[in-house]
């Protein structure tokens, strides 16, 4: 183990999704546990936590490392995108210091004085992490291999009480926090399984004791986050598990929200939609993973559903809570999808009315099935394919939010800025489905974690304007 005592400066840069917001929080935790203090400027080492997702998100991470390397501090890549290349990044990456792996996250102070020292660090050759890790549920809690975001579980629990490795980097009322890592669905497009593994819950205790402690942070909401949350428990041997654990996590003192984010629509059972709609903190809220409607595209995909079926699913939904929110992704452009294809797909989000859609282009990403798949279409047919139905989502989206004129709802203010009130009401998620500005006198005594009832006045888009009640 290093011996350097004099205070380090340390950096940490996030790329990507929200599960990476919370691997970055436990680097911090590690590195400010040894020591290390965390700043924004002048640092010794920036530590760039990388996305391996997609081609953009991959070229957003190596400019993230080049402008960190710019600086004149030492550069150390870490993430999925270093997880998945390991040693052909480090060469074709020379601007960094080391790329490291998920196993070194453990000992990452002691990486980053090897770095700071001037010691080579030999890369990892990547490997298929879904064959590091056993699939019998006692066997997997007792793999030796890191998982990100889950903590070191070799330290145990001190007698004084639960400890969480964990600095929050980014302010404010809301937080993620990781449910679970990995995926063992096998859908053709995404290579994510291959680097961030099978999936594996965390302890409900340890999910718990994380709540409570942001909770004393002064987070109002929390967004749970994982790979597939619809999946938790099942390695555990308890497929039902998010249905027990959520009333619990519902009880933390401090935490007045919930949303569960990720959440599969082929494990989407009515005991678990009950829980996720009737619960009181539960935001009425749904994430949906949809991807694409056509049944025939969905089997291609090696997915599941229809059209027909996920409409039915929306109409349970707001059977239990009229002013659900609903959210999903969809991709277009897939080998093999038809007109037809897209017109299918163009009837669910008409039909389904949904809040907020994001629409993708389809784009091959290697190590996956998909690439061998005939029917290819060219860059121009997607990206027009890409542009119609996002000005159909537009539409619609915008249509959905008129809809909730006259609305009661209750703002989580997230920002104040003079006389702009904003924050996000139950049914907007966090960064991505549009937000809520306050209006009247009670808008203007409002703080920031306030959670401020009102009614919804008028739209732009998907943004909504709504009065404070007590105005």
């Known amino acids: 183990m290093s011996e350097i005592s004099t205070p380090r400066r340390v950096s940490v840069v996030t790329m990507g999704c929200a599960r990476n917001d919370v691997d970055s929080e436990e680097l911090a935790g590690r590195l400010a546990e040894r020591g290390w203090a965390l700043t924004e400027d002048d640092a010794d080492v920036v530590v760039v936590n990388t996305c391996g997702f997609i081609d953009a998100a991959k070229k957003d991470s190596i400019d993230a490392v080049l402008a960190a390397a710019d600086s004149g501090s030492k550069v150390v890549a870490v993430g999925c995108l270093a997880q998945r290349y390991g040693k052909d990044l480090a060469e074709q990456l020379p601007e960094a210091d080391a790329v490291l792996s998920f196993d070194d996250y453990s000992d990452i102070s002691d990486r980053l004085d090897d770095v700071l020292a001037g010691k080579p660090l030999v890369p990892h050759t990547p490997s298929d992490r879904r064959t590091l890790l056993p699939i019998a549920p006692v066997e997997r809690q007792q793999a030796r291999v890191a998982t990100p975001g889950h903590g070191d579980d070799r330290r145990g629990r001190p007698a004084s009480g639960p400890r969480v490795l964990r600095s929050r980097l980014v302010g404010g009322p809301t937080a993620s926090l990781k449910l679970a890592s990995g995926c063992d669905r096998r859908c053709t497009f995404c290579a994510i399984p291959s680097f961030r593994g099978s999936f594996i819950s965390r302890r409900p205790e340890d999910v718990l ?76 809220y749904l994430d949906l993973s949809f991807q694409h409607s056509s049944p ?176």
């Open 209 to 284: 004791d994380e709540a409570q402690w942001l909770a004393d942070d002064g987070v109002r909401e929390i967004v749970l986050v994982s790979e597939n949350s619809t999946s938790y428990g099942k390695d555990l041997g308890d497929v039902r598990l998010l249905e027990s654990f959520l009333p619990r996590l519902a009880e933390v003192e401090g935490i007045e929200r919930i949303r569960v984010a990720y959440l599969q629509p082929a494990e989407m059972r009515p005991g678990l939609l009950e829980v996720l709609l009737g619960t009181p903190k539960l935001a009425p």
């Open 296 to 471: 025939r595209v969905l089997r291609r995909m090696k997915r599941f559903g229809s059209t027909d079926a996920f409409l039915g699913l929306i109409e349970q939904a707001r059977a239990l809570a009229p002013e659900v929110g609903v959210r999903t992704n969809v991709i277009v452009g897939f080998p093999g999808e038809t007109d037809e294809d897209l017109l299918e797909l163009e009837r669910f989000l008409t039909e389904g009315r949904l809040d907020a859609v994001g629409v993708f282009g389809y784009s091959d990403e290697e190590g996956t099935a998909a690439v061998a798949l005939d029917g290819h279409l060219g860059a121009g047919e997607i990206a027009d394919r890409v542009e119609r139905v996002t000005a159909l989502v537009d539409e619609l989206s915008a249509q959905r939010a008129e809809d909730r004129l006259g609305e009661h709802v209750v703002v989580l203010v997230e920002d104040v800025d003079g006389d702009l009130v904003e924050g996000r009401a139950a049914h907007q998620g966090p960064e991505v489905d549009g937000t809520t500005a306050l209006t009247g006198a009670g808008a203007a005594r409002a703080r920031i974690g306030d959670l401020v009832p009102a009614t919804i006045i008028d739209t732009d888009g998907v943004d909504l304007v709504a009065e404070a009640q007590g105005a």
